[in-house]
Every structure is written in structure tokens, then in C-alpha cells.
């Protein structure tokens, strides 16, 4: 098949996708792979290193629409970026004021007395106390990491229960024992949530404009989605399986893993939602959809653009999982190729023609 026109000439001043911003760029010479065409773009103001060859779908024309998408993608980047310093510093200051408030607690607990494992301590001097100092601070870390992993938390009164039936009933050797085991707890450490490395999760340069028109057509043009949608989150889904199970070299062991994968990331997606993948303005939609489709799951309503919006989260929220690192990179593999599946049937899958304009009714109930 011969390849589409070219939309772009050589030496034409352009705007190209590179990564999740937009640059000013120039077309120096044009090709035609695989039967589609590519042309070989250097960076406004960029090292010649960075010159490549890149696909029709990531190239915009230089006129002033696309030169103002380009500066909201960019605000809106940068308030993102901010966002997650914010998010980063407010949590350290948190589990900062924990450790304070824990040490407090502590020397609180140290100040009021020693133990009655003191006194009736078996041939030890009374000049050896225990240290309920260390097993507070310890067991008050443990219960806040705990918080941080959404586990329930228990009331003050019964942590000050829980102490007083420990100091009167444990030996020292116990004490010891506790400590041990709740040091080999998975419950993992500050540094080590720290010092995580962040799961990647490549974005095909095909699906960008798609998400980036997605964006636009919500926050700048008022535009909401057709609901339910022309295709489900749980038909493209669907789908996918289909293919992934027809293929030569599926076998039983391969085709389990695939529903498994899927069927866990539906749940995840009903269970996001609501809460991380809708922009504001999409809220009161949302409320009505939630009235009027109570007992129906939202991948039955939701579409393909919808579960993008959370495979390009997927990355961070699967480096704070407690998944092992084989599970991590067998999940994101399956991922990767759902993406790839998202590329080779983007044109049936994402139209504009999902998109309307909300009524003014719509702009009211929303202020």
C-alpha cells in the first residue's frame, strides 16, 4: 500500500512531541518506513544529538492554536511537577512530626516509672530497667507505616492498653524476641520507600496526541465524554484477550496469566477512577453516571481513552505495591503490550467524535 501524502516538506517550521511536552522544531529531510512516513526533525535550540527521526502522529503545523496548546501543556506539566514535590515534601514532614511525636511518647512513657518486670525480675539488680522507651518508639513507627499502607488504626486508648499488658507480663528475653520479629516484618522502612525505583512505564508516541487531545477537549474546549461509551473498557478488554488467546503460541499457562492481568487491572480501574483518572470538570458527569448506573460496573461504561489515563499512572503506583519483582515485570510486560495492542487499533478505538460540548445546564450544576 503506498503511503500517505506528506504533511510536512522539507525545511518547514514545526511543533513536535517529545516526551510529555511540545518543541519547536524543524523538518530537515522526510522518509518512508514500513509504508509510513517519518521525517527527521531538529530541536529549536537543542544539540544536534538530539535530531531523529519521528512519526507523523507526534509532528503538529507551527500556527497559533498549536503554539497555545504548547504553552498549556507546559503550564500544565509544570504544575504537575510541582504537585509531586509538594506531595513528596508534605510526607516527609509528616513522618518527621511521627518520629517527633513517637519520641515524645516515649520518654513520656520512660519518665512515668519502671516496669513491673523490674521488680519481680528473677535475680536482675533494680539499677536494670527494661526500656519501654525503644518498644514504644518501635511500636508506634510500626503502627504509622502501617497507616501509610491504609491497614486500620488503632485508638490511643488501645495502644496504652497494649503497653501496660505487655510491661506487666513480658520477660526481658521476650522483649528481645518481639523486637527481632518485628524487625523481619515486610512492613518496609522510610529509607526503603525512599530509595525506590520507580517503575517505567513507556508510552507508545502514537497514543501522546490522543491523550493530549483528551486533555484538551476537556479542560480548554468544555468537552465531555459519550457515555456509556461506543466501546467499554471491559469490550476493548475483552478483546484484547481474544486475540492474546487465539495465538499459535498461546498455552494454557499463558492464557490464565493474561485473564488474571486483565481482570485485576478492571478492578483496579473501577476501583481509580473516580478518585485519580477523572479531570474536575468531569465530577458532576460522574455523580449522574454513579445515580444512573448504580448496580453497573464502571468498565461497562467507561471507555478506552479512560483505562489509558491509568496505564500511564501504572508506573509510579506499581512501584509502591508489595509486589515481588518478578510479579512487577511480568505485569508491566503485559502492560507494554496492551499499549501495543492500543496502537494497532488506536483509529477504532479513540475518535473525537466521543467527545460533545456539555450544555450550559452542565457549566451551572458544575460552579
Not at 22 to 36: L, N
Not at 134 to 150: A, P
Not at 285 to 290: G, S
Request: hydrophobic share 35%; aromatic share 8%; with cysteine.
Amino acid at each position: 500500500m503506498a503511503p500517505a501524502r506528506l504533511k510536512f516538506s522539507e525545511g518547514e517550521k514545526v511543533l513536535c512531541f517529545h516526551g510529555p511536552l511540545i518543541y519547536e522544531a524543524k523538518c530537515v529531510k522526510t522518509r518512508v518506513k514500513d509504508g509510513k512516513n517519518q521525517y527527521f526533525v531538529h530541536y529549536a535550540g537543542w544539540n544536534k544529538n538530539w535530531d531523529e527521526f519521528v512519526p507523523e502522529s507526534r509532528i503538529l503545523k507551527h500556527n497559533e492554536a498549536n503554539l497555545q496548546k504548547q504553552k498549556e501543556l507546559k503550564d500544565a506539566h509544570y504544575a504537575n511537577v510541582q504537585a509531586k514535590k509538594q506531595i513528596k515534601s508534605d510526607a516527609k514532614k509528616r513522618r518527621a512530626e511521627a518520629a517527633a511525636a513517637a519520641a515524645a511518647a516515649a520518654a513520656a512513657a520512660s519518665a512515668s516509672g519502671p516496669s513491673s518486670s523490674t521488680s519481680s525480675g528473677g535475680g536482675e539488680s533494680s539499677g536494670r530497667q527494661r526500656e519501654p522507651s525503644v518498644s514504644s518508639v518501635q511500636s508506634s513507627e510500626d503502627g504509622r507505616r502501617r497507616r501509610r499502607l491504609d491497614t486500620p488504626e488503632q485508638t490511643p486508648k488501645a495502644v496504652e492498653d497494649k503497653k501496660l499488658v505487655d510491661s506487666s507480663s513480658e520477660t526481658a528475653s521476650d522483649t528481645e524476641g518481639r523486637r527481632k520479629g518485628r524487625q523481619e516484618q515486610t512492613v518496609e522502612t522510610e529509607e526503603q520507600f525512599l530509595t525506590k525505583v520507580e517503575v517505567k512505564i513507556k508510552l507508545p508516541d502514537e497514543l501522546k496526541p490522543w491523550l493530549v487531545d483528551d486533555w484538551d477537549f476537556v479542560i480548554r474546549q468544555k468537552k465531555l465524554y459519550n457515555l456509556p461509551a461506543r466501546i467499554t473498557v471491559n469490550q476493548f478488554i475483552s478483546e484484547y484477550v481474544k486475540m492474546k488467546n487465539s495465538s499459535k503460541s498461546s498455552t494454557p499457562n499463558k492464557e490464565s496469566a493474561v485473564i488474571e492481568v486483565t481482570e485485576g487491572l478492571k478492578e483496579y480501574f473501577n476501583v481509580m477512577l473516580g478518585t485519580q483518572l477523572l479531570y474536575k470538570f468531569e465530577r458532576v458527569q460522574y455523580a449522574d453516571i454513579l445515580q444512573s448506573h448504580k448496580d453497573t460496573p464502571l468498565s461497562e461504561i467507561y471507555g478506552p481513552v479512560h483505562i489509558l489515563r491509568l496505564l500511564v499512572k501504572m508506573g509510579p503506583m506499581l512501584t509502591y505495591t508489595q509486589l515481588d519483582e518478578k510479579s512487577i515485570a511480568l505485569l508491566q510486560a503485559h502492560i507494554q503490550d496492551l499499549l501495543r495492542y492500543m496502537v494497532r487499533n488506536s483509529e477504532r478505538l479513540f475518535s473525537t467524535d466521543d467527545y460533545y460540548v456539555a450544555p450550559p445546564e452542565y457549566h451551572r450544576r458544575g460552579m
